[in-house]
């Protein structure tokens, strides 16, 4: 009898933890897909059938013709944001409703991770947006400008010194040792050179922060996602406690230095330093980063300069920005590279184009004349139409809320608080309603002529609404410097060792070229 109440209450738990679940958008008259128990539709990442931009457009292609459509991230019902005019209500119009991430990580357990613009929610995070938007502006940018070139001419400077005609390089962790010196000198206020020094702490830390390769990186994030009450329990945080102490540290001892010695230096922590002694950050004209650009939505936020900042709370949004640019934005210039390397005549005329800036301008590059580069911007914008750095972005229902119907087939769909909704980037981008033959590369759908025909909401590389990627104006920059520096002394080709046609891995959680991205540079006689 015993072992027989064991099973029946077994069989009980196992179909409301477990099976229940997985009819919740079926129940609601929503198409959904058909998930495994436990792990939802994240099998096909999980068991390597699909890379997780792959795994974006199949979700969104799963049921044609509809607004939106469920998946399940392991046992999470998600529901698929598909339609851009439905996307612009949630993310726009009823911003107030949507106004915040999943959380997956315990404040308590984790709070580098927690106290971070991105992971912030409700009034915590319109204060520091509100707190935050004036160092990203584009007159910041401007006068931070200096960092950025120095890092790049830096880089291809390195290269140069090699005095080679080809040079093979692994483009990835290339790349990721530019960002990383970008993101060090810009936001943390620290030189490194991270081609010279390639064991430097702060590349190390920032490969073990941003690296899901490994398994137990990977075994944590699922956890995350599927036992958080379990990871609070165990005490897990989303980082290493190794990284945690070196950035807690790093900034700390830096404040320290720049406050007693009364160091200026044009840079992020410069910016963060300010707010937290109430000064207003003024706001000048200066050329707009491209037309990838986000716009900052002040009406939304409503939130209040924050003037108590901790050395905690400047950390965290340090090591968020490292975190973000770290990985992401050396993805996109891995994928802009194979795009050029495969687009001869594109990389040509873009080289056209810098060759002759670089002479108009005596041999130096400012920040106006990168800005005014018309095919440059092109160029860039169609690598993040078709690569965009995050394929995919999440909401939360903050408040409960219908979509009302609009086609025939279409009842209300009634959203509790703590629903998840999901924006498919990547797909939206490689949609053929929204971008003729996407898979196609052709920066012509920038031009001037052709730019005004994208439909609103479906060209969105750095998300949508108020709580779209506050860095977009620096990430855009940081690319245009490199591609400048980069193109004006190289030609960028294939090798024996480059993947053509490119193929998405499956192994690697973070977007990547299965075999690695592997590119020659070839030193052109003369610039």
Aim: glycine share 6%; net charge positive.
């Amino acid at each position: 009898m015993l072992w027989l109440i064991l099973s029946i209450t077994l069989a009980v738990l196992i179909w409301f933890r477990l099976l229940k679940p997985m009819n919740h958008f079926t129940k609601m008259g929503i198409p959904q897909s058909k998930p495994w128990p436990i792990v939802g539709d994240q099998w096909r990442t999980l068991f390597r059938k699909m890379s997780f931009l792959e795994s974006i457009e199949y979700y969104y292609n799963m049921f044609p013709g509809t607004r939106y459509s469920g998946f399940y991230q392991f046992s999470i019902p998600t529901l698929v944001i598909k339609d851009p005019e439905l996307l612009k209500q949630i993310t726009v119009k009823d911003f107030d409703h949507f106004s915040d991430h999943r959380t997956f990580v315990d404040p308590d357990v984790d709070p580098l991770w927690a106290g971070n613009l991105f992971a912030l929610r409700g009034r915590k995070w319109k204060d520091m947006r509100a707190t935050l938007s004036g160092s990203f502006t584009s007159s910041k940018m401007k006068n931070m400008f200096h960092l950025i070139n120095g890092a790049a001419e830096n880089f291809v400077k390195f290269f140069l010194n090699k005095n080679e005609k080809l040079i093979e390089v692994e483009m990835k962790d290339t790349y990721t040792r530019f960002t990383n010196d970008i993101i060090a000198t810009t936001a943390f206020g620290i030189e490194v050179d991270s081609l010279k020094y390639p064991n430097n702490d702060f590349y190390l830390m920032g490969k073990l922060t941003t690296d899901f390769s490994s398994l137990s990186r990977r075994l944590r994030f699922f956890a995350f996602m599927i036992m958080p009450k379990l990871t609070k329990l165990l005490k897990i945080g989303f980082f290493d406690k190794a990284v945690s102490t070196f950035f807690y540290t790093t900034i700390k001892e830096t404040i320290q230095v720049r406050e007693e010695k009364r160091i200026v230096r044009h840079d992020m922590l410069n910016l963060l330093l300010e707010a937290r002694k109430g000064i207003q950050q003024e706001y000048s004209d200066a050329i707009e980063t491209g037309f990838a650009t986000v716009k900052e939505y002040t009406q939304s936020g409503k939130g209040r300069q924050l003037t108590d900042l901790t050395d905690a709370d400047i950390a965290s949004q340090a090591m968020i920005f490292f975190f973000a640019g770290f990985d992401t934005i050396s993805t996109a210039m891995c994928f802009g590279s194979y795009e050029l390397a495969v687009n001869k005549e594109i990389q040509n005329k873009l080289r056209s184009e810098i060759v002759e800036v670089h002479r108009l301008n005596g041999g130096k590059l400012t920040y106006d004349s990168l800005l005014k580069m018309s095919y440059m911007d092109q160029v860039i914008s169609e690598i993040l139409r078709k690569w965009p750095p995050a394929g995919a972005v999440d909401r939360v229902a903050t408040q409960p809320y219908t979509i009302e119907p609009v086609n025939a087939d279409e009842k209300p769909v009634h959203l509790k608080i703590g629903d998840v909704v999901w924006i498919p980037i990547f797909a939206y981008h490689r949609d053929p309603e929204n971008f003729e033959n996407p898979t196609k590369f052709d920066p012509e759908r920038f031009s001037d002529e052709n730019k005004g025909n994208i439909k609103p909401y479906t060209y969105l590389p750095f998300g949508a609404g108020p709580r779209n990627c506050i860095g977009s104006r620096f990430a855009l920059l940081e690319i245009k410097a490199l591609f400048y520096h980069l193109l004006l002394n190289f030609e960028i080709e294939p090798t024996k060792t480059t993947a053509i046609p490119l193929k998405l891995c499956t192994k690697s959680f973070n977007p990547s070229a299965a075999g690695g991205f592997w590119f020659g540079l070839k030193r052109l006689t003369s610039a």
